[in-house]
């Protein structure tokens, strides 16, 4: 999946609320629109489309057909918005320097030429002949994971399912050890929580690059071992790599690992967990889908426009741009929120309603355009096989009374926890 960028990290204090009332109107940041971000996304669609946002630093873009063209639109660069170092203290600017270096060269943050030529190379293991291979191997995983919690009664669907699945399959496609890979999982969580966060402090951006220096130096020693032996993973085809000069960089290399790994976990863990809610909120679909397990192909493109996980994408304009009316200057951020795309009725009849049978669920979950998420095919098998073989193992599986909390990140939409009695068939059928 994509991942959407961070404005600069912000080291003042918070702000007091009448304060933090002028600077965010919509009170984008209040607890009650980490929840529930759609009727916010809905005021700023008619009341504001484009928005100048004090509280990110940015022009929240929020209806779908203006969200569409802005991924197809020169002039919004991905590659500058990950240059948010340039602008901060020098002292600053100097600690983080790694992390940008690091980031500056993940595909999702370039423009073309520089996009097109990382990004072939990867799509190689993305075709979806290739994916469809693995389809045996993740429903073997995910068999395996809920073996584990079925004699207990209860489960937590993201610690239990949706954050080892993607883990482990992303573990495999890129050729990390199998006693390895839950190690990955506390970097990605670090990368998620900088990468989705409206305003990263320095403490979240400190824990990102600690990550990330940690991430480089494992995959140096990775690399070292599939230089000497090669496999049939990711890593070994970009190694190998030698088309029209294509060659990856050390840095491109080790950036192009750590964005996979984020990409392949982060948000995909969020996609299951997100998708498992929403079914158990809405019984009659959850029933329907369960009857009628063939449904699960327009299921999942539903649920990604539901509740999608990657909430919004950041460009920076190259040169002054006017949108409805609006204009945005040079230099600006502007965020493109799929969120509220994905919810704007002008394209969804009726949107805040989940319907499996929907028609022409044109979401934009993945981006558009060049930026289209490489790994989308992959997503959705790991997504299919989750919610098919747990609706067919748990039927009558019910959200424990626990309060849900919904994470600080605006940009990457999930839960901390998401607490499940299973209260029925807990052996496989």
């Given at each position: 999946?994509?991942?959407?960028?961070?404005?600069?990290?912000?080291?003042?204090?918070?702000?007091?609320?009448?304060?933090?009332?002028?600077?965010?109107?919509?009170?984008?940041?209040?607890?009650?629109?980490?929840?529930?971000?759609?009727?916010?996304?809905?005021?700023?669609?008619?009341?504001?489309?484009?928005?100048?946002?004090?509280?990110?630093?940015?022009?929240?873009?929020?209806?779908?057909?203006?969200?569409?063209?802005?991924?197809?639109?020169?002039?919004?660069?991905?590659?500058?918005?990950?240059?948010?170092?340039?602008?901060?203290?020098?002292?600053?600017?100097?600690?983080?320097?790694?992390?940008?270096?690091?980031?500056?060269?993940?595909?999702?943050?370039?423009?073309?030429?520089?996009?097109?030529?990382?990004?072939?190379?990867?799509?190689?293991?993305?075709?979806?002949?290739?994916?469809?291979?693995?389809?045996?191997?993740?429903?073997?995983?995910?068999?395996?994971?809920?073996?584990?919690?079925?004699?207990?009664?209860?489960?937590?669907?993201?610690?239990?399912?949706?954050?080892?699945?993607?883990?482990?399959?992303?573990?495999?496609?890129?050729?990390?050890?199998?006693?390895?890979?839950?190690?990955?999982?506390?970097?990605?969580?670090?990368?998620?929580?900088?990468l989705g966060s409206g305003r990263p402090t320095l403490e979240i951006a400190g824990n990102a690059l600690a990550a990330v220096a940690e991430l480089e130096d494992y995959f140096r020693g990775v690399i070292a071992v599939r230089r000497q032996s090669p496999g049939s993973d990711l890593l070994s085809q970009l190694l190998v790599a030698e088309e029209q000069g294509m060659i990856l960089g050390e840095q491109e290399l080790l950036s192009t690992c750590c964005m996979l790994l984020f990409g392949g976990h982060e948000t995909t863990k969020n996609l299951i967990g997100?998708?498992?809610?929403?079914?158990?909120?809405?019984?009659?679909?959850?029933?329907?889908?369960?009857?009628?397990?063939?449904?699960?192909?327009?299921?999942?493109?539903?649920?990604?426009?539901?509740?999608?996980?990657?909430?919004?994408?950041?460009?920076?304009?190259?040169?002054?741009?006017?949108?409805?009316?609006?204009?945005?200057?040079?230099?600006?951020?502007?965020?493109?929120?799929?969120?509220?795309?994905?919810?704007?009725?002008?394209?969804?009849?009726?949107?805040?309603?989940?319907?499996?049978?929907?028609?022409?669920?044109?979401?934009?979950?993945?981006?558009?355009?060049?930026?289209?998420?490489?790994?989308?095919?992959?997503?959705?098998?790991?997504?299919?096989?989750?919610?098919?073989?747990?609706?067919?193992?748990?039927?009558?599986?019910?959200?424990?009374?626990?309060?849900?909390?919904?994470?600080?990140?605006?940009?990457?939409?999930?839960?901390?926890?998401?607490?499940?009695?299973?209260?029925?068939?807990?052996?496989?059928?």
């Amino acid at each position: 999946m994509n991942s959407p960028d961070a404005p600069k990290p912000d080291a003042t204090p918070a702000a007091t609320p009448a304060a933090d009332a002028d600077l965010d109107p919509f009170r984008l940041q209040s607890p009650e629109t980490l929840a529930n971000p759609y009727p916010v996304y809905a005021r700023l669609r008619e009341e504001a489309p484009v928005y100048f946002s004090a509280a990110y630093n940015g022009w929240l873009i929020t209806r779908y057909d203006q969200v569409a063209a802005g991924f197809r639109d020169p002039r919004l660069s991905a590659k500058r918005s990950s240059a948010f170092v340039t602008k901060l203290p020098e002292d600053v600017r100097q600690r983080l320097e790694p992390l940008r270096r690091n980031l500056a060269s993940w595909a999702l943050l370039l423009d073309p030429p520089e996009h097109t030529r990382i990004r072939s190379l990867i799509n190689k293991a993305f075709v979806p002949r290739l994916v469809e291979g693995l389809r045996s191997r993740v429903e073997a995983l995910v068999t395996e994971l809920l073996d584990a919690v079925a004699p207990t009664g209860r489960m937590d669907v993201l610690r239990d399912l949706g954050d080892l699945l993607p883990l482990l399959v992303i573990g495999e496609v890129l050729g990390v050890p199998a006693e390895d890979r839950h190690r990955l999982k506390g970097w990605s969580n670090a990368l998620g929580g900088f990468l989705g966060s409206g305003r990263p402090t320095l403490e979240i951006a400190g824990n990102a690059l600690a990550a990330v220096a940690e991430l480089e130096d494992y995959f140096r020693g990775v690399i070292a071992v599939r230089r000497q032996s090669p496999g049939s993973d990711l890593l070994s085809q970009l190694l190998v790599a030698e088309e029209q000069g294509m060659i990856l960089g050390e840095q491109e290399l080790l950036s192009t690992c750590c964005m996979l790994l984020f990409g392949g976990h982060e948000t995909t863990k969020n996609l299951i967990g997100n998708g498992l809610l929403a079914l158990l909120r809405n019984p009659s679909e959850r029933e329907a889908l369960r009857a009628s397990p063939a449904l699960i192909g327009p299921a999942t493109e539903e649920l990604l426009r539901y509740d999608s996980p990657v909430q919004w994408m950041s460009r920076v304009a190259l040169e002054d741009i006017e949108l409805d009316g609006v204009r945005i200057p040079k230099g600006d951020r502007a965020f493109l929120v799929l969120g509220a795309a994905n919810r704007d009725p002008a394209q969804f009849p009726d949107p805040d309603r989940l319907d499996f049978r929907r028609t022409d669920i044109r979401h934009i979950s993945f981006g558009l355009g060049v930026h289209y998420c490489a790994g989308a095919a992959l997503a959705r098998l790991e997504v299919q096989a989750a919610i098919v073989t747990f609706l067919r193992r748990f039927p009558d599986a019910q959200l424990s009374s626990a309060p849900l909390t919904w994470r600080q990140t605006p940009g990457v939409r999930g839960l901390t926890a998401i607490p499940v009695e299973l209260t029925a068939q807990s052996s496989a059928s």
